[in-house]
T-cell receptor
Framework: DVKVTQSSRYLVKRTGEKVFLECVQD?????MFWYRQDPGLGLRLIYF???????EKGDIPEGYSVSREKKERFSLILESASTNQTSMYLC??????????FGPGTRLLVL | SQQGEEDPQALSIQEGENATMNCSYK?????LQWYRQNSGRGLVHLIL?????REKHSGRLRVTLDTSKKSSSLLITASRAADTASYFC???????????FGTGTRLKVLA
């Protein structure tokens, strides 16, 4: 079974802090994704990566950056956290069957 | 607005009844997928239907796709209390790695 893990289930940070969210998958998948999920808005794509060191912006990349130094790990970085980045963050990886496998999510609260 | 929009937003049925959810989208797609999310968790893939397919079955799930109407439906037959969750459609956009998720249908199955 594919396993996608995220570094934290819950996180509380202060405005202005730099925040790292880590995602690791164990199935050698090329494609990895970061989404945020907010009530009434569904999932929105922040960034995705189709190979090591390769990334593309999604629909809402402002205020975020990503890093993919190794195939199994895709990190989301909030350079300077703001209250409007309080959300549920979901990581996913995708294999050749075009199925996305999601991690359990990180619920981030920015105070 | 979102590429994928589910209808209804919420649905409450009795155990044993069938549940039908609909998804509409706007642009050309490679495939359409349905996912399920239990409260506060990551999404779990249910079924994928390709743009050249019209209907697909998996256990108690039946998915239809009408590309001329840009719509899909998910039917869950003989529902169980354990089917209580949110259901999302995701459209795989032609020529990209991107997927657009809808806002979801919250299904409640009453025992």
């Amino acid at each position: 079974d594919v396993k996608v893990t995220q570094s934290s289930r819950y996180l509380v940070k202060r405005t202005g802090e730099k925040v790292f969210l880590e995602c690791v998958q164990d199935m050698d998948h090329e494609n990895m994704f970061w989404y945020r999920q907010d009530p009434g808005l569904g999932l929105r794509l922040i960034y995705f990566s189709y190979d090591v060191k390769m990334k593309e912006k999604g629909d809402i990349p402002e205020g975020y950056s990503v890093s993919r130094e190794k195939k199994e790990r895709f990190s989301l970085i909030l350079e300077s956290a703001s209250t409007n980045q309080t959300s549920m963050y979901l990581c996913a990886s995708e294999g050749r069957q075009e199925t996305q496998y999601f991690g359990p999510g990180t619920r981030l609260l920015v105070l | 607005s979102q590429q994928g929009e589910e209808d209804p937003q919420a649905l409450s049925i009795q155990e044993g009844e069938n549940a039908t959810m609909n998804c509409s989208y706007k642009t050309s797609i490679n495939n359409l997928q349905w996912y399920r999310q239990n409260s506060g968790r990551g999404l779990v893939h249910l079924i994928l239907i390709r743009s050249n397919e019209r209907e697909k079955h998996s256990g108690r799930l039946r998915v239809t796709l009408d590309t001329s109407k840009k719509s899909s439906s998910l039917l869950i037959t003989a529902s169980r209390a354990a089917d209580t969750a949110s259901y999302f459609c995701a459209t795989g956009l032609s020529g990209t790695y991107k997927y657009i998720f809808g806002t979801g249908t919250r299904l409640k199955v009453l025992a």
